[in-house]
């Protein structure tokens, strides 16, 4: 080897070197950053609390568990808002019992929520219609991609519990991991949280 070939070599190696460093850091650096990302993405997850209220009850309960959980409050409004004899369960004519009647019945809602994917946990909150929820919470579901999100259902009612409330709400969110419904019937802030936190 003459002088050239050694300063040639000896170039050419280091060069090698250095890229394979380059490459090191370049690789380690990347997968920092998606840990960190990743990181980041999961502690930004929040939390929604949406519900539906013909009449406030179920409104108020909603209020007071998105203060208690923490979480952004969102309620389902619906198209036609239900007037006191919309609500006649005892007119078997009246529009709740006619909806209720068909299960397959979709009341149109005005408004939606603003970027849902932002939410881990939705909370979706309504009063029990002929022992079970109002379609209009189908609506709400089907409108959303849930999948991979956890649902928490809740409810008021004049003493029922939930009924076959999951049997008719599931199929609109099958992607969802669905909590149990809880009855937030006279339910106070302390006992909110107990509840929450053993989700
Ligand atoms: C059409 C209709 C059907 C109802 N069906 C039931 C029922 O099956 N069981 C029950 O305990 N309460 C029933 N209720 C009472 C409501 O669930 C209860 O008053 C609820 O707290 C109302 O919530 P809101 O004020 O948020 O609408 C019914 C009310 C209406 C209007």
Redesign the pocket.
């Known amino acids: 080897m003459n002088i050239k070939q050694i300063i040639l070599t000896t170039v050419v190696t280091g060069c090698m070197a250095l890229s394979a460093m380059a490459a090191g850091f370049a690789h380690n650096t990347n997968t920092n950053t998606n840990i960190n990302i990743n990181d980041m993405t999961n502690n930004s997850k929040k939390t929604l609390v949406a519900y539906?209220?013909?009449?406030?009850?179920?409104?108020e309960a909603a209020t007071k568990l998105a203060k208690v959980a923490d979480a952004d409050l969102h309620e389902i409004v619906p198209e036609t808002p239900y007037t006191p004899a919309d609500?006649?369960?005892r007119d078997k004519s009246?529009r709740?019992?006619v909806e209720?009647a068909d299960k397959s019945s979709r009341p149109a809602i005005a408004n939606k929520v603003e970027n849902m994917e932002q939410y881990d946990t939705v909370f979706v909150g309504?009063?029990?219609?002929?022992?079970i929820a109002p379609t209009i919470i189908n609506t709400f579901l089907e409108q959303y991609d849930f999948t991979g999100k956890t649902i928490v259902p809740f409810?008021?009612?004049?003493?029922?519990g939930a009924?076959e409330t999951m049997k008719y709400l599931k199929p609109s969110a099958p992607g969802a991991n669905w909590k149990e419904p809880k009855s937030l019937?006279y339910m106070g802030e302390a006992e909110m949280k107990s509840w929450i936190d053993s989700l």
């Open positions: 539906f209220s013909a009449t406030g009850t179920t409104m609500l006649n369960w009246s709740s019992s209720m309504y009063p029990i219609w002929w022992y409810f008021t009612s004049g003493g029922s009924g019937n």
